[in-house]
């Protein structure tokens, strides 16, 4: 069954230090996002991004944020500037064509910035 | 607030019973889905709702949908140990607003 994969798992950064998590979405899929889950606490969604643009983006997602697809497989999301409160597991998810499918998640990056 | 609750936040059942999981909404929507998550892991969906429809069965997994109560349970019949995990239920918000909006999850521990 196909997958979106994460990479890496788990990386640790110091605050204020640039991070990039990748994604590899599924390949048919033309719907891509980022979700982020604080340890313990609600799933929060970041951006979508469809087109090759964001198609929506929460309040979460700050100029410290960006999103690319550089290379029409890889996903990435990058955090300029981390803080301490950026800590929490980073979920891409893909989705084949919008509202009537599920979404499929890869298995998440634990950032932790100290 | 567009998001909802899960209802109970935690259960605990032996193995073999049905568990029952609540979610309760605000906005329209346009479908509603159900999502399990594994400690530590990504989210698996299980099952999608449409706003016209009123149940829906997938394996162990029974979904209802009540839109004039803005609710939703998912029944998971005959629990296994491995069925322990967190589920979330996450809303599609109808409008156009092309994102899901997750609950806070329930944990369901099954006692072999």
């Known amino acids: 069954e196909p997958e979106v994969t994460q990479t890496p798992s788990h990386q640790v950064t110091q605050m204020g230090q640039e991070v990039i998590l990748r994604c590899v979405p599924i390949?048919?899929?033309?719907?891509f996002y980022w979700y982020r889950q604080i340890l313990g606490q609600k799933v929060e969604f970041l951006v979508s991004?469809?087109?090759?643009?964001?198609?929506?983006k929460s309040e979460i997602f700050d100029d410290q944020f960006s999103v690319e697809r550089p290379d029409g497989s890889n996903f990435t999301l990058k955090i300029r500037s981390t803080k301490l409160e950026d800590s929490a597991m980073y979920f891409c998810?893909?989705?084949?064509?919008?509202?009537?499918?599920?979404?499929?998640f890869g298995s998440g990056t634990r950032l932790t910035v100290v | 607030s567009q998001q909802g609750e899960e209802d109970p936040q935690a259960l605990s059942i032996q193995e073999g019973e049905n568990a029952t999981m609540n979610c309760s909404y605000k906005?329209?929507?346009?479908?509603l889905q159900w999502y399990r998550q594994n400690s530590g892991r990504g989210l698996v969906h299980l099952i999608l709702?449409?706003?016209?429809?009123r149940e829906k069965h997938s394996g162990r997994l029974r979904v209802t949908l009540d839109t004039s109560k803005k609710s939703s349970s998912l029944l998971i019949t005959a629990s296994r140990a491995a069925d322990t995990a967190s589920y979330f239920c996450?809303?599609?918000?109808?409008?156009?607003?092309?994102?899901?909006?997750f609950g806070k999850g329930m944990k369901l521990t099954v006692n072999p």
């Open positions: 906005t329209s929507i346009n479908n």
């Open positions: 998810a893909s989705n084949r064509q919008g509202s009537n499918y599920g979404y499929t």
């Open positions: 991004f469809y087109n090759n643009e964001i198609s929506e």
């Open positions: 709702i449409r706003s016209n429809e």
């Open positions: 390949s048919n899929h033309l719907y």
């Open positions: 996450a809303r599609y918000i109808q409008g156009g607003s092309e994102k899901l909006v």
